[in-house]
């Protein structure tokens, strides 16, 4: 049987991971979790959000899946080393992917970073950067509005724009040449950021360089899947199916038959 790559977040956001992971290994099967019913993460606590990562992980491990992507930063920030503690297959996060990304673009040094509330508190890119290129110069950001902005499935409407120039006040005029999209919803709102951030500002979204990981990760441990078998994809959330499967089917072109599973979600206090 085709094993899976096993992808968690607290809602639709990894599916920017996802669409990425499709592009560049397409014989891979993918499993989608997405955790719309506590969504959004970022404003919870960490105690809170790495019991839900648990739970999340503790129902895929049941798929018997090859790899585990957290494919949520505010989750990869703080629970990504007790995952790695729980199981035996391969965790990868977002945040150091991203963080790499940005180091090989910048030209000056100075990198912005916008992201959820508990992603911007943890310092998490702060500190990945720092540990790779200690003088570079990090303004954060937390923009709690847009990851439920996209949740609700407003992306590519009027409202966008209004939203989004809202969120990066704060980073307009300062002089960074590259901004972190911090949070995989992020990349649903990418042309509206763009046009804020004008042509001088590259964004970097971490899903690219997760996918890449991704692949070098299965090649080095010799499990890339070569059965040349066309994969057929699941995709599960914890909430009400309806609009995840419809931003699931929009985000990712149709590209394959998709049937959301509601999960429900353990009581936990």
């Known amino acids: 049987m085709q094993q899976a790559i096993a992808v968690l977040d607290s809602g639709v956001g990894g599916l920017t991971v996802v669409k990425e992971l499709m592009r560049q290994l397409p014989q891979e099967k993918v ?9 959004p993460y970022g404003p919870r606590s960490a105690v809170e959000v790495r019991i839900f990562t648990r739970q999340i992980v503790d129902y895929l491990i049941q798929f018997n899946p090859k790899m585990i992507v957290i494919a949520c ?9 007790d995952i790695r503690e729980r199981v035996s297959i391969p965790v990868l996060g977002v945040i150091s ?22 992603t911007i508190k ?9 540990l790779i290129s200690p003088n570079i110069q990090v303004y954060s950001e937390p923009c709690p509005l847009l990851a439920p902005f996209v949740e609700k499935g407003l992306f590519g409407r009027e409202q966008e724009q209004e939203i989004v120039e809202q969120s990066l006040q704060p980073l307009i005029g300062k002089p960074i040449d590259c901004l972190i999209l911090g949070c995989t919803h992020y990349p649903f709102l990418m042309e509206p950021i763009s046009r804020v951030m004008g042509p001088d500002v590259t964004l970097i979204s971490s899903a690219d360089e997760t996918a890449r990981e991704i692949s070098t990760i299965l090649y080095h441990r010799d499990r890339m899947e070569t059965s040349g078998k066309l994969p057929i994809h699941q995709f599960f959330c914890s909430g009400e199916p309806t609009l995840f499967k419809r931003i699931t089917e929009s985000w990712l072109k149709d590209q394959i038959a998709i049937t959301p599973v509601v999960w429900q979600v353990p009581t936990i206090f």
């Open 31 to 39: 499993i989608y979790f997405g955790d719309t019913a506590r969504s």
């Open 73 to 81: 930063n505010t989750a990869t920030a703080v629970a990504i080393e």
């Open 97 to 118: 992917p991203g963080a790499r990304a940005a180091i090989k673009h910048t030209r000056t040094g100075v990198v912005g970073v916008i992201g959820t509330e508990g």
């Open 122 to 130: 943890s310092k998490a890119y702060e500190h990945a950067l720092k």
